[in-house]
């Protein structure tokens, strides 16, 4: 057995529907800009050329049914619901028509933000990591395999905080598809089985108080929910 000089950190790993197997998370990718609606409230549009990315932790991984503190360094922390695609096969360089064969299964996730710390960080054209990237940033729910789901499109995505619905719209109303986000970061990362893409946020993003309980659902998915103390 190989000597560590501190214990070595669990793995992160995400519950699968239907199976007690868990899915081992190699990296968390994020897209940003992905819903037009969403682009607009921030002050932005939608780059049309091409998605861009950001990544989070796997070690700032959370289940859903936490309950995490209020994080440091932020009087402004937002809520961010997402549709996540977990990855079971290889890809490099694929195209759009064969994007799909490397989906494993999707969740819903919530992309927790640092909203002051990122929007500081736009300000001064510094990286996101701060705002993103911190313990507890990525909630994601329990993964449901690809067949068991079909084709996203219709599906509704949305967000209550306690009983007010916060966010509200449809996975077709993402700009760039499943696939094309795939085809896409295949030609910047060699993906492997237990890559994440959370796939941007519908319009609606807003802060979150200590007490507040978060209940994000997709149809066809385990809903994820947080609570914050
Ligand atoms: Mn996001």
């Known amino acids: 057995m190989t000597k560590t000089l501190f214990p070595v950190p669990a793995p992160a790993l995400l ?34 050329e091409a998605p861009f990315y950001f990544t989070k932790s796997p070690a700032h991984l959370t289940q859903s049914g936490a309950t995490v503190p209020y994080p440091p360094g ?18 490099f360089r ?25 929007a500081a960080s736009k300000e001064k054209r510094r990286s996101w990591d701060t705002g993103k990237d911190f313990e507890n940033a990525a909630v994601i729910g329990a993964i449901t395999p690809k067949a068991a789901f079909g084709e996203p499109g219709p599906q509704a995505i949305t967000l209550k905080v306690g009983e007010r619905l916060a966010q509200s719209s449809h996975l077709s109303d993402m700009v760039w598809s499943v696939a094309e986000i795939i085809a896409h970061l295949s030609t910047l990362y060699h993906l492997t089985p237990g890559d994440l893409i959370m796939t941007g946020t519908p319009a ?22 947080l609570s914050i103390a």
């Open 15 to 48: 519950p699968v529907t239907g199976t007690d197997a868990m899915f081992p998370v190699t990296r968390i990718f994020c897209v940003g800009r992905n819903y037009a609606e969403h682009a607009r409230e921030m002050g932005s549009e939608v780059d049309r």
């Open 74 to 91: 932020t009087s402004d922390f937002h809520h961010e619901m997402e549709f996540v695609v977990a990855l079971g096969a290889p890809a």
């Open 94 to 118: 694929v195209p759009v028509e064969k994007a799909m064969e490397a989906v494993f299964g999707y969740a819903a996730g919530l992309d927790m933000t640092r909203r002051d710390l990122q």
């Open 204 to 225: 609606g993003v807003g802060p979150v108080v200590a007490g507040d309980r978060l209940r994000g659902e997709i149809e066809g998915l385990a809903a994820v929910e």
